[in-house]
């Protein structure tokens, strides 16, 4: 079973995620397993006082040193041997899916969300020391980003999902977006279903597959096919899709 343990003031955020959908399924078939532990449970004062105003000035309040830090030891002293451990911050390393690989094949995850104006930077400096962001934005809080990254993490641990293969398939797993998805019915409202996917030629489908997660990729993300690199397959397919797409017209994918 996968563990992850969770640092936080508002565990209610973080729940709906780990109660539905993929998350689940992984906890109620026994995949999966999540605590939280809050650091107001860690407090000696009347108050329960998780804050504190940020030594210079400034506006908000700052979480304190001592209950984050008693908190995620507690945590961590009933994780896996070897957990990762990432605080949620929006001056971390972004998340991407080579990351959440990563983060599955370990035999736990710990996360800390922070609140307010942040955590007291020593627990960073001392107690956890890296740091994940979701992108380039600031939230209210770590929760929704541990949500996130929890449910990621999820879906790629053994057995969780239906297929064994859907997780391979999502897009950035080959460093590629996805390729466009259909199902029934074949015609709606007047727009059809790319007739290869319809022939019973496995070979073609992985060929237009391929060719169109790759498109898609140079029109959407073209910085990802320069860290990646192309076989000769690849680029054939590529240039392939450029001559559709000009012949079209079309700004889109092609059929």
């Known amino acids: ?17 780990a109660r539905h959908g993929v998350v689940g399924r992984a906890r109620e078939r026994g995949l999966l397993e999540i605590e939280h532990v809050s650091p107001r449970d860690f407090t000696s004062d009347r108050h329960r006082t998780v804050d504190d105003r940020p030594y210079g000035g400034g506006p908000g309040m700052v979480l304190k040193y001592e209950p984050m830090r008693d908190a ?9 041997e070897g957990s990762a451990e990432l605080v949620m911050s929006a001056q971390g390393r972004i998340f991407d899916q080579a990351w959440a690989v990563e983060l599955a094949s370990a035999p736990g995850l710990l996360l800390v969300a922070g609140r307010y104006e942040g955590i007291d930077e020593r627990i960073v400096e001392n ?14 809080g770590g929760e929704l980003a541990a949500a996130v ?7 790629l641990l053994p057995g969780v999902l239906g297929h064994e293969d859907s997780p391979l398939e999502d897009s950035y797993m080959a460093g590629l977006l996805d390729c ?5 019915p074949e015609v ?18 992985r060929r237009w597959r391929l060719k169109q997660a790759l498109g898609r990729t140079w029109l959407r993300r073209p910085q990802l096919l320069s860290a990646r690199g ?24 092609v059929a």
Do not use: N, W
């Open 1 to 17: 079973m996968y563990r992850v343990g969770i640092v936080s003031l508002f565990p209610e955020l973080v729940e709906p995620v």
């Open 72 to 80: 995620i030891e507690a945590l961590r002293a009933r994780m896996p």
């Open 127 to 140: 107690v956890v020391r890296a740091e994940l962001s979701l992108g380039d934005y600031v939230l209210s």
């Open 149 to 155: 990254v929890v449910d990621a993490v999820a879906r």
């Open 180 to 184: 466009p998805q259909y199902t029934r």
């Open 188 to 205: 709606v409202d007047g727009l059809a279903v790319p007739q290869v996917l319809l022939g019973g030629d496995h070979g073609a489908v």
């Open 230 to 253: 192309l076989s000769r397959e690849e680029a054939e397919l590529l240039e392939e899709f450029k001559a559709e797409l000009a012949e079209s017209g079309s700004g889109g994918g």
